[in-house]
């Protein structure tokens, strides 16, 4: 994953400076996250959390470009069946009502389509690395889940001069689990937020 980290990092700054000159804009951006943990471990409804971060805006022309972005992006859930299926390592002294609360730095990069002036689709890969993690509902502090995340992103944008208004929905493509193979775990999201462009 640092691997990752270092090329979209490189990318991002590469593809920066490139287009300086032109339509290369900067933002910060925040909002929440509906997620949850696909399988048969947790719960299956969506759980309410947040995002935070920047996000470049970068024209190749009047309707195309690319989005790049860096993100802190929380996921929460809570357990259902795990203890069922993971008898043996889970931490019986804690509740299945406890949040489990997973932060990631999230690195979307976006393909943009400008509809108009006023909407834009977005449509890309997501990588992500697991920054913390709970860790009290195994035993002896195990961590369940592993330190990378990779997904597809897709949605729309509503821009207003310098306000953005944007939904979108994360499909995760990686198993998460890190503590056995009865059951593949997968991160989905739908996002909602406003950015401010620079």
């Known amino acids: 994953m640092k ?9 991002f700054l590469f593809t920066a ?4 000159q032109g339509g290369f804009r900067l933002g910060v951006k925040a909002g929440t996250n509906l997620t949850k943990i696909t399988g048969q471990s947790f719960n299956d409804g969506f ?7 920047a996000f470049a805006e970068i024209d190749f022309n009047k309707k195309w470009g690319i989005q790049p972005e860096v993100l802190w992006s929380q996921t929460t859930t809570k357990r259902t069946n795990f203890d069922n299926l993971y008898p043996t390592i889970v931490n019986s002294a804690t509740s299945k009502d406890e949040k489990i609360k997973l932060d990631y730095m999230a690195i979307p ?3 943009r389509y400008n509809v108009g002036k006023m909407l834009t689709l ?3 890969p997501q990588f992500g690395i697991l920054i913390n993690q709970d ?12 330190n990378g995340d990779f997904s597809m ?25 890190d ?6 775990w997968t991160n989905q999201q739908i996002q909602m937020g406003i950015g401010l462009r620079f």
């Open 17 to 20: 400076g490139a287009f300086a």
């Open 109 to 111: 990069i976006l393909l």
């Open 179 to 184: 503590v056995g193979n009865q059951d593949k």
């Open 3 to 11: 691997r990752i980290f270092l090329v979209a990092a490189t990318f």
């Open 47 to 53: 759980d309410l959390s947040y995002h935070v971060g």
């Open 135 to 146: 860790k009290n509902f195994l035993q002896n502090g195990q961590s369940a889940f592993k």
């Open 122 to 124: 977005n449509a890309g």
């Open 153 to 177: 992103v897709a949605g729309a944008q509503l821009n207003f001069n310098f306000l953005r208004i944007y939904g979108r929905y994360n499909i995760g493509l990686k198993n998460l689990n």
